[in-house]
């Protein structure tokens, strides 16, 4: 899978830009805010169809603007491809084309670009609170399985409307009408959350563990452990049984919810512990250890795409290497020899005479 060329009109701070890329490394080099993030932005992009940075459609949009245009070809699946997207300033729904025709969701998009980013966030994702290691999964699960997406987003849907009913049944006692309804419909949906979640994290951790292994030279042994609804006694049992336990607790915490107006049942509290041994790195792991796991879960997520999809992923790594000290920058680099990679810095470095260097500033293209 490669990355031919990028056209972009009017999105972030580029008026115009167009660029074609190396087939291995391409080095994005300029000063801070002149743009480089969001060229890997727009790439993201055209890849899952939303933003990693921002749910506002309007501020991917230059300022002034009543749209943008992003395009790009790409080689994958055998053959050169065309993916486009339109975003609109006010309510207007974006347009997404892929090879020139347009289609009606992002559900479109896995497996003509697929990607893989790396940003200095993701250092301390094993750090902080669960949101960024469900989105970590939900990320990967969403360019290997189409019908992923589909349920997720459809549970995000029962769940908002589950919350506003939760959160106003005081004032309108009706609203507690069609809340079975909804528990049942978050139940179905969110046991095939739980089911892939649960597989992913075993892939993702046995894959993560070799990563490190190799790095601490045999020293430390990572491991993950997935954690969902408390009645699912094991998340790997056939759905209809996720779906009955998911249940039960609903049921369980029914008053609960009602007392508090939160939605405090479901798989949108899922969560993953790393471990080495048998220290868990959240609490316990030093800065260098919670790094090199959180390195270990990034090339694993990319070795798991490309067993899946039979073809290399495209790495965006946005100005990570510059947060890491020689020996992991050393070992990124030694993981990253076959493939496709986008590399943002503000200096050359160790980046010499390595793939194709483009220049940007002030939204603009220097060189080449």
Avoid at 92 to 118: C, D, E, N, W, Y
Wanted: charged fraction near 25%; proline fraction near 4%; aromatic fraction near 8%.
């Amino acid at each position: 899978m490669k990355l031919l060329d990028l056209q972009l009109y009017d999105f972030r701070n580029y008026e115009k830009l167009d660029v074609s890329f190396d087939p291995g490394v391409n080095l994005i080099l300029g000063e801070n805010a002149q743009g480089k993030t969001n060229l890997l932005e727009a790439v993201s992009y055209l890849s899952a169809g939303k933003s990693f940075r921002t749910a506002r459609t309007q501020e991917l949009i230059r300022f002034g603007c009543d749209f943008a245009d992003l395009n790009a070809n790409v080689f994958s699946l055998g053959r050169e491809q065309s993916i486009r997207a339109v975003l609109f300033a006010g309510k207007r729904p974006r347009q997404l084309f892929v090879g020139g025709v347009k289609q009606k969701s992002a559900a479109a998009l896995p497996g003509i670009l697929t990607t893989v980013l790396f940003c200095p966030e993701d250092l301390l994702v094993l750090k902080g609170g669960s949101q960024p290691r469900r989105k970590l999964l939900d990320n990967a699960l969403c360019q290997l399985r189409p019908g992923y997406a589909a349920a997720l987003a459809e549970y995000g849907r029962l769940l908002d409307s589950k919350s506003r009913i939760l959160k106003d049944w005081r004032e309108k006692p009706d609203l507690l009408e069609p809340l079975p309804e909804y528990n049942y419909r978050l139940a179905q949906v969110g046991a095939i959350l739980i089911a892939h979640r649960a597989r992913y994290t075993e892939a993702l951790g046995k894959a993560a563990a070799d990563y490190h292994h190799a790095f601490s030279a045999g020293r430390e042994a990572l491991r993950l452990s997935y954690h969902t609804v408390s009645t699912v006694k094991d998340p790997f049992a056939a759905k209809s049984v996720l779906f009955e336990e998911i249940l039960a607790h609903q049921e369980a915490h029914y008053r609960a919810e009602l007392d508090s107006g939160q939605c405090l049942t479901g798989p949108h509290k899922d969560d993953f512990e790393a471990f080495l041994g048998d220290i868990p790195v959240k609490a316990f792991g030093s800065q260098g250890q919670t790094r090199t796991a959180a390195i270990s879960l990034k090339l694993a997520e990319r070795e798991l795409l490309r067993r899946d999809t039979g073809e290399e992923p495209v790495l965006l790594l946005d100005d990570v290497l510059s947060e890491l000290d020689a020996a992991r920058q050393d070992f990124v680099l030694n993981q990253i020899t076959s493939g496709q990679v986008l590399i943002t810095c503000c200096e050359m470095g160790q980046f010499t005479e390595i793939g194709k260097t483009i220049e940007i500033r002030a939204g603009g293209l220097v060189c080449t």
